[in-house]
């Protein structure tokens, strides 16, 4: 991507306007002819270009979201056009839009901290349904049937409906209409299921206030920003679908600008829901009609699969494909009908280079040109930058240290003072740098030194699980194991002593049944090799000096007894030993806080608030989640079989508290879902589970799994320490 400074910029860009094959904005300059490539869809002719929506697609770091930016803020700042931007992505809980929406007099909406009443009487009617209707069909689509749309259609009519709460208690109360009561209360009963999810259930606190407000319609930009939710949360889905709902009812009708752009930052979750995948289409056919761009921004065609959401990227019209791999261009070369010379050149694309097709023919290899104001606006990649600012600065200090052990001087003298010995102390310390790599001394040190034998790995692997850090236990043990393994031998002592440390980390994490098989094998190996609970240690082996050169003749017994050479004080080197020993357990115990505590700030770096797992248990898919609410002194935490057939009964049981569902007849068992206090909102909840699948009867036990869930948005095996995959 080429960057000039913002005065070049300003300069650079009436001077190339005669050249521009489209009218409209600067863009940058193609890399086939090296003329200036300007673009506005909305600007250019109709024969040209029947629709202005447009898709961007290309890998980490191709540039494709600079590019969707710089192209935004141009629009607003030379034509005055609107935009509203859904943003899923961004760095440090703040959506990577965000800074660009401070700069030209927008605001950004932080998701989680507004809430959105859909039955608010600013609405007109029949955006109210279309808005609950959208919730819906983002958590239970099977929900709305004909009969159950009539028994909506009927409680939106309610005086009392004029919030979620009151919305469901008339459809679980309804009132006599043209149906009888018990009929509608028959009907509405599974929309009114589906709804509890957003007033009771793991997305409560978004869509249940009493709140009349609606987002602004006049600004410049406004985003709503995303990026602190899970980006698998049935919140993103049902969030885009009242933005998307608000946008085509409420801000177009509203807005008096020329032009409107709706981004679709992670475009792939909008279009791969139905509850939204209907209205983005919509909107895309009529945009032209309303005045309104929709700008699509993700990284690759397969995100969509095979379906329908992909023949929607063929109704955009402009399209810029960044750096993909050579079968993701292949792909996305047959939909967009690229030439083969440009799907060839899409894997060589550099940051900021894109294949363009504009329109049904036009297609060139465009470099954005930005400068340098729009380059801070549009960074997305500070924590790599800061990241590689570590490293350099590791190195620098890496080189300082070599300088300064190259400066160590050896004792003068074999008899020492006690300031001599502390000098010993010092240079012990640092010996390893002043030897060579096969152990021999590069500065004349006339003793051998002691290897450093404290193995404080077992210690630290049954610490950790202590402290409840079984994942981190877990993997730390199997390195030790590979490496003694590789070392040492399979059946070796030091390989064996790894299964009784993994059979102490199982039963400190709630597991007796495996340390019981670990034991058993040991104890089958002949072996009895149980390091893991022995404090940290150093002990220094007799040196392996080689035997004194033999006097060519022995003494005459008439010459008596030669003086013996002085004995070498050893007491230095002990006092050397000990204090290292200290040294290194200080070193330890500091470590373990500094890993700890480093743990606990990778945790509150990428809070999400919740956490989930999809699990096959007795032949059931389950999917646990947690959701951790606003204010953090709470966590909700549900079971769901979803409509799995296979499904009987459902427990979860977690700090005392038992939730479950049977199913009875027909009706699938209920999600059992329990609220636990939360006192520190950095903490894991662990939660188990137990599923009783197709042949579970009453009174029988289901099959139990632990679960640990992180508000960092990650799932673990209680017993194993496995990472489970995402929900």
Not at 203 to 225: E, K, M, N, R, S
Not at 308 to 314: E, H, S, T
Request: net charge negative; aromatic share 4%; with cysteine.
């Amino acid at each position: 991507m080429i960057r000039l400074p913002s005065s070049h910029a300003a300069i650079t860009a009436p001077l190339v306007a005669s050249n521009a094959g489209f009218p409209g904005i600067p863009v940058g300059r193609s890399l086939l002819d090296g003329r200036a490539f300007h673009l506005s869809p909305v600007l250019t002719d109709a024969a040209v270009l029947p629709s202005t929506n447009s898709l961007a697609l290309g890998g980490l770091g191709s540039g494709k979201s600079t590019t969707g930016k710089v192209r935004i803020r141009r629009e607003i700042l030379h034509h005055q056009h609107q935009a509203v931007v859904i943003d899923s992505f961004g760095e440090d809980s703040a959506g990577e839009w965000a800074a660009l929406a401070r700069s030209l007099d927008g605001q950004t909406i932080q998701a989680g901290e507004f809430t959105l009443n859909p039955c608010s009487s600013l609405l007109p009617p029949q955006v109210r349904e279309q808005l609950v209707r959208s919730l819906i069909a983002a958590v239970e689509p099977a929900a709305l049937t004909p009969q159950s749309t009539h028994a909506l259609q009927h409680a939106l009519n309610h005086p009392k409906a004029t919030s979620l709460n009151g919305l469901m208690d008339v459809l679980v109360r309804p009132d006599e209409g043209r149906w009888p009561a018990a009929k509608l209360e028959t009907w509405g009963e599974g929309v009114a299921i589906a709804l509890s999810r957003y007033t009771e259930g793991s997305l409560v606190g978004l869509f249940d206030g009493q709140d009349a407000a609606l987002p602004p319609t006049d600004l410049p930009i406004l985003t709503f920003d995303f990026s602190r939710l899970d980006r698998n949360s049935p919140a993103i889905p049902s969030l885009m679908a009242a933005v998307s709902c608000w946008a085509e009812h409420v801000w177009l009708p509203s807005s008096t600008a020329v032009h409107r752009h709706l981004v679709l930052e992670e475009a792939w979750q909008i279009l791969l829901s139905p509850a939204t995948s209907e209205l983005i289409q919509r909107l895309l056919k009529n945009s032209r009609k309303a005045g309104l761009s929709l700008d699509v921004l993700m990284h690759t065609l397969s995100d969509l699969g095979d379906g329908k959401a992909r023949d929607l990227a063929r109704l955009c019209e402009v399209a810029h494909v960044g750096r993909l791999n050579a079968e993701e261009a292949a792909a996305v070369g047959a939909l967009l009908g690229l030439p083969e010379w440009a799907i060839t050149e899409i894997p060589n694309l550099a940051p900021g280079q894109a294949v363009w097709r504009v329109g049904p023919s036009y297609v060139d290899i465009i470099e954005t040109v930005i400068s340098d104001e729009e380059a801070r606006l549009t960074d997305t990649s500070v924590r790599r930058r800061q990241a590689q600012q570590i490293l350099t600065e590791e190195t620098e200090t890496d080189d300082i240290g070599e300088e300064v052990q190259e400066d160590i001087e050896e004792p003068e003298t074999e008899e020492d003072d006690e300031e001599g010995a502390d000098e010993s102390l010092g240079n012990y310390l640092l010996a390893p740098a002043v030897r060579d790599g096969h152990g021999a001394d590069v500065d004349g040190w006339d003793w051998d030194m002691p290897p450093t034998v404290i193995d404080t790995r077992h210690y630290d692997v049954v610490q950790a699980a202590r402290e409840g850090r079984y994942n981190e236990a877990a993997e730390l043990a199997v390195i030790g194991e590979r490496e003694d393994i590789r070392a040492h031998g399979i059946n070796s002592d030091q390989a064996v002593s790894w299964l009784s440390t993994r059979a102490r980390v199982a039963e400190l994490g709630g597991s007796p049944d495996t340390a019981a098989q670990l034991r058993a094998t040991v104890a089958r190996m002949g072996k009895d090799v149980e390091w893991w609970d022995q404090e940290p240690s150093a002990s220094t082996p007799p040196a392996e000096h080689p035997e004194p050169p033999t006097t060519e003749h022995a003494p005459a017994p008439d010459e008596g007894l030669q003086p013996t050479r002085a004995r070498r004080r050893t007491w230095p080197y002990v006092a050397v030993i000990a204090a290292l020993a200290i040294t290194t357990v200080g070193v330890w115990q500091k470590a373990g806080a500094d890993a700890s505590a480093e743990e606990r700030q990778q945790t509150a770096d990428h809070y999400k608030g919740r956490a989930g797992t999809r699990l096959t248990v007795n032949d059931v898919d389950v999917a646990v989640i947690a959701q951790w609410t606003r204010n953090r002194d709470r966590v909700i935490v549900q079971l769901s079989s979803g409509f799995d057939p296979d499904a009987t009964y459902l427990r979860i049981d977690a700090a005392g508290q038992t939730a479950s569902g049977i199913r009875g007849g027909n009706n699938y068992p209920r999600d059992p879902e329990l609220a636990l206090p939360v006192s520190d909102p950095l903490a894991e909840v662990t939660v188990q589970i137990e599923v009783g699948g197709k042949s579970w009867k009453d009174g029988d036990r289901g099959t139990v799994r632990k679960v640990r869930l992180s508000p960092a948005d990650v799932a673990y095996d209680a017993e194993t320490g496995e990472r489970l995959p995402r929900d």
